[in-house]
Antibody, heavy 122, light 107 residues
């Protein structure tokens, strides 16, 4: 059974750097084809993909946020870490991590962590 | 702005069939995956690939694709299917992208 759980601060101040950790079990990030992604959802709004890291350390970022994001993995700890710099109140959202799999012409996120609400406020 | 377009809201009578659509150029090359999200909960995968359901997803959920449009069909909608539904595929750079979501109301 695959599970993921996000952890990190619930409140950050504007201009600060956010660091979120996704701790997972039930799979290895050294297995070919496997990835872990971060997705966020502002209150009452749609899902927005942020970043993705694959078993081979290939990293992908949302073009609109690329300059502020860094994603890394620690295979031995079964963790993926996302950092987002220069936080702003518009970054207030629930942040999810999710297991990523793919096949020919298809990718999907399954399962997802429970999410963690991050509020940006002074 | 999203490269995948969904209708903001759709309604269906209890027990009837409803189709939720997702449009985008990338859907000509990649299949969409579909997620159900109920209030206060994390999204749950309901359809992936050509038309695959994860374990535990009822068979009233099905997926299809034609041209630049992917569809999620619920045949015999139940009250518990009332939720937000999101499609996901790739953008022109090959990165993941989500649609804007469709709020499904079961009347």
């Amino acid at each position: 059974q695959i599970t993921l759980k996000e952890s990190g601060p619930t409140l950050v101040k504007p201009t600060q750097t956010l660091t979120l950790t996704c701790t997972f079990s039930g799979f290895s990030l050294s297995t070919s084809g496997v990835g872990v992604g971060w997705i966020r959802q502002p209150p009452g709004k749609a899902l927005e993909w942020l970043a993705l890291i694959y078993w081979n350390d290939d990293k992908r970022y949302s073009p609109s946020l690329k300059s502020r994001l860094t994603i890394t993995k620690d295979t031995s700890k079964n963790q993926v870490v996302l950092t987002m710099t220069n936080m702003d109140p518009v970054d207030t959202a629930t942040y999810y991590c999710a297991h990523r799999r793919g096949a020919a012409r298809s990718d999907w996120f399954d399962p997802w962590g429970q999410g963690t609400l991050v509020t940006v406020s002074s | 702005s999203s490269e995948l377009t969904q209708d903001p809201a759709v309604s269906v009578a209890l027990g009837q069939t409803v189709r939720i659509t997702c449009q985008g150029d990338s859907l000509r090359s990649y299949y969409a995956s579909w997620y159900q999200q109920k209030p206060g909960q994390a999204p749950v995968l309901v359809i992936y690939g050509k038309n695959n359901r994860p374990s535990g997803i009822p068979d009233r959920f099905s997926g299809s694709s034609s041209g630049n449009t992917a569809s999620l069909t619920i045949t015999g909608a139940q009250a518990e299917d009332e939720a937000d539904y999101y499609c996901n595929s790739r953008d022109s750079s090959g990165n993941p992208v989500f649609g804007g979501g469709t709020k499904l109301t079961v009347l």
